[in-house]
């Protein structure tokens, strides 16, 4: 005989209210379990019974260690996701009111700093460099679309000589003396190109 389907709602009798959650929290843990191990993952998961009694599984070593990183993850979304002009509080090294770097820490004041205050120095630091990365291109792209500009310039001007030394070798059919004329406008072409 297969399973039948359980309606969900809340369970009445305390007893059977009691005995479905233990079985579904050490069903969940199992489950939580399995996923840790099969996605190299780093888990903690925490119940608290209808009494408020806190139950808690973790993957790791520890959960105080992922929770904190958990915390951290958390801070370093409130410092990117808020306005451009924090203060200097909100970072942990010295910056200007535009958030621009004072100084870099460096060495041991690195290796004194937070683990939250890692993760907004790391946060700043691919925000400044994002925007490096913008100020880049365009300044790239303008410069393509001024060379692009030269080049075209260039061209008709190489067109327009072109034409004038077609006339010139016209002319030169009429007479001799333009011979030096067509001379100098040929010796001008190659210097120019």
Known sequence: ???????????????????????????????????????DLELVLIVFSGNGRP????????????????????ESEKIVGADDHTTEEHHPYPCDRDGQFLRVPEGE????????DLVQLEQLLYAKLGHIR????????????????????LTEEKLLKGKELEDLM?????????????????????ELF
């Open 134 to 153: 913008n100020t880049k291109t365009r300044r790239m792209i303008e410069t393509m679309s001024v060379l692009q500009e030269k080049e075209k310039k």
């Open 109 to 116: 004041e690195i290796e004194d700093m937070s683990l939250t």
């Open 170 to 190: 016209k002319e030169k059919q009429g007479g001799s003396s333009l011979n030096s004329n067509l001379g100098q406008t040929r010796h001008a072409l190659l």
């Open 1 to 39: 005989m297969g399973r039948r389907k359980v309606e969900l709602k809340r369970i009445e009798d305390k007893s059977s209210r009691q005995v479905t959650f233990s079985k579904r929290r050490s069903g969940l843990f199992k489950k939580a379990h399995q996923l840790a191990v099969l996605c």
């Open 55 to 74: 139950y808690e599984f973790s993957s790791g070593n520890s959960s105080r260690k992922i929770l904190e990183r958990y915390r951290a993850h958390l």
